[in-house]
C-alpha cells in the first residue's frame, strides 16, 4: 500500500511539471567569479556549479576558461504610507548587472541585468526585528539571484558563439494585454 502511496506522488508531481535538477554540462570548465559577491552568493554558487556538472570555480584569470562579472546593488523604497506621512510598507529591491566572457575574449553573455524585490511591512515599534527581517529578506533574493544567474549560464553552449554578438537578456518581459 505505501508503495501505490509513492507511486501517486511521483505521478502528481509528473504531471505539474515538477522535475529534479539535472546534471549542467557549461563548455566552459574552468569559471572565474569577478565581482562583489557576498560570500553566501559565492558558496552557495560554488556549491550548485561543483555539484551539478564537471566545471570548477577557480581563483585566477590565468586558470578561467570564462570569466563571470557580476555587479550587485541594493536598494529601499517606500511602497505605502500611514495617514500622518510614516511608512507602513517597503519593498527591498537587488539589481544584479553581469556578463559572462571567454578567456580567448568572446562575449558569452552580453551584459545584461536582472532585479528581484520583496515587499515588507514596517512598523517603527519593531524596528530592530524589521531590521533582522530586512537581512533575511535580502539573503532570500541573494539565493534567487544565484538561481537565475544559473540557469542563464545553462543557456551557453559554445565557447565560440555564432554569432558576434548573442542578444542580452530582457530583464523584464512585456505582460499580455489583461482580459476586458
Known sequence: MGWLAGLAVLLTLGACGFQLRGSHDYPFKHLLIAGNLSPEMKTRMKRMIESGSDTRLVSNAKDADAILSVSIGRGQNSLSFDINGVTQEYQLT???????????????????????????????????????????????????????????????????????????????????????
Not at 524585490?117 to 539571484?145: H, P, Q, W
Open 94 to 180: 537587488e539589481m544584479v548587472s553581469y556578463t559572462l566572457t571567454g578567456t580567448n575574449g568572446a562575449t558569452l553573455i552580453p551584459p545584461s541585468s536582472l532585479s528581484v524585490n520583496r515587499a515588507m511591512g514596517y512598523n517603527t515599534t519593531y524596528s530592530l526585528a524589521k531590521a533582522t527581517e530586512s537581512e533575511v529578506l535580502y539573503r532570500d533574493m541573494e539565493s534567487d539571484i544565484v538561481d537565475q544567474l544559473l540557469r542563464r549560464l545553462d543557456v551557453v553552449q559554445s565557447m565560440s558563439p555564432a554569432r558576434p554578438q548573442a542578444p542580452g537578456v530582457n530583464q523584464r518581459s512585456p505582460l499580455p494585454t489583461p482580459p476586458l
